[in-house]
């Protein structure tokens, strides 16, 4: 299994709340070039910090954020 960021959905999630590029890092303590990147996919591995920060700023879960993506072989629990 494997779970990558998703930047679309942050795009997606950030205009819904009317929230700036420039904005939204400045809240995060980042920078709107690396938001930017984030959202492009030219960035696709935030920390866990920066996407809790995100999160919180956005008033969503972390894994809003990530895309699972299952592998052949991989278990599946309920």
């Given at each position: 299994?494997?779970?990558?960021?998703?930047?679309?959905?942050?795009?997606?999630?950030?205009?819904?709340?009317?929230?700036?590029?420039?904005?939204?890092?400045?809240?995060?303590?980042?920078?709107?070039?690396?938001?930017?990147d984030l959202e492009?996919?030219?960035?696709?591995?935030?920390?866990?910090?920066?996407?809790?920060?995100?999160?919180?700023?956005?008033?969503?879960?972390?894994d809003t954020?990530?895309?699972?993506?299952?592998?052949?072989?991989?278990?599946?629990?309920?």
């Amino acid at each position: 299994m494997e779970a990558n960021f998703d930047g679309k959905k942050l795009r997606e999630v950030r205009k819904s709340r009317d929230l700036s590029q420039v904005s939204l890092a400045s809240q995060a303590g980042s920078s709107d070039h690396y938001i930017r990147d984030l959202e492009m996919g030219r960035k696709s591995n935030p920390s866990a910090q920066v996407v809790c920060k995100i999160s919180y700023i956005l008033g969503v879960s972390m894994d809003t954020f990530m895309r699972i993506e299952r592998e052949e072989g991989d278990m599946v629990f309920k």
